[in-house]
């Protein structure tokens, strides 16, 4: 049990990494992929009506995500496979790890944390 417990956790720290360093990697252009914009609304969807502090959080990372992108461009990516993939991978995820741990995503997700 607590094997598979070591594992959720550095699963967990691996995504909230590269969650961050995803945008990152690309600062010298556009900051939105799909991959990021999936995990990302998989994120707030999860983490809405656990945390409004962190959802609110993750709302302006996504605006900030998102500037610049037309509806068209943000339907065709939500519309791709990439998105889907990683959204659905989040939600996979953290419908099989202890609810306690999962809460984690809430408060490791927000950027800006001083």
């Known amino acids: 049990m607590a094997r598979g417990r070591n594992k959720q956790q550095r699963f967990l720290a691996?995504?909230?990494?590269?969650?961050?360093?995803?945008?990152?990697?690309h600062a010298d252009g556009p900051t939105l992929n799909a991959q990021t914009l999936?995990?990302?609304?998989?994120?707030?969807?999860?983490?809405?009506?656990?945390?409004p502090a962190a959802a609110?959080?993750?709302r302006a990372k996504i605006k900030q995500l998102v500037r610049g992108a037309s509806e068209q461009q943000l339907a065709?990516?939500?519309?791709?496979?990439?998105?889907?993939q990683a959204y659905d991978s989040l939600v996979d995820f953290v419908a099989k790890v202890d609810v306690h741990n999962a809460k984690r995503i809430c408060f490791e997700?927000?950027?800006?944390?001083?």
């Open 38 to 51: 999936g995990i990302s609304e998989s994120i707030l969807n999860y983490c809405g009506p656990l945390d």
């Open 14 to 25: 691996l995504l909230v990494c590269g969650w961050f360093v995803a945008p990152l990697a």
């Open 76 to 84: 065709q990516m939500r519309n791709s496979d990439e998105y889907r």
């Open 56 to 58: 609110a959080k993750l």
């Open 109 to 114: 997700f927000p950027a800006e944390r001083k």
